[in-house]
């Protein structure tokens, strides 16, 4: 086994070693909405509290990832009464399978993509990856200008305009994989619905976990793989994501974009498309002075 680094090892007892990808591999169908990842996310990172707020719409109090929240448990509330049935009366396929009669959990986090928009889009060098294949804000580099904001496809970042004015979000606790320490979130998961680890190791627990349940007839599948099974989301623009997420409901369900993309993926058309209309423009010009003789 490879030394750990500065004597420590992650849970499991394999050691966090620089060079390799890690990441998230979060198992919807495994949160009981705890909010334990929340919580100790704050705790570790020292962000502040939002308070408790009544929303009039959910058991969900703080509806979404921000600049001060970097976990957030996203609750999908599906009942209608109208189609209620005695849950002791469905199979257990049935059980999962019937929107209208459950409740979704999802612990949301920054995706930190393989192909990151807003690293791309970060005109300072602030965001960078790390050793790791995380991606990191470096707060020191960061100059709030908020070019990141609209580039990520999922919404994640996000400038603290009541604190530093500069960009937020998940560092995959960057400072405890140094230290050889899994993520807070994951280390206080009670179910494993949140799995650190290689990201090559986890898209393998990954896949054995999708094909379990399609056996049982519950309709999972990946988000997040970068197209490793046939009918998982298309998340190719962005090279598959290193935080991915089992699902058993459409993508949109969770808050989650069917098909994200990079805002630099449109430059070329829009490149062509500028250059094509000024060659119009230019021979409709020429045309109109040789008409005018």
Known sequence: MTAAVDGA???????ITPGRSYGFFTDTTLCIGCKACEVACKQWNNLPAEGFHFTGVSYDNTRDLSATTWRHVLFVEQFDESRFEPWANLTASEQWARPGERWLFMSDVCKHCVNAPCLEACPTGSIIRTEFDTVLVQQDVCNGCGYCQPACPFGVIELDREGTGKAHKCTLCYDRLKDGLEPACAKTCPTDSIQFGPVDELMERAQERVAELRARGIPAYLYGSGGILEDDCD?????????FFLLIDQPEVYNLPAVPKRPSTNTATGLLTAALAGAALAAATMLAFRSGR
């Open 9 to 15: 090892v992650a849970r499991g007892g394999e050691a």
């Open 235 to 243: 998340t190719s623009d962005l090279g598959g994501l290193n935080a």
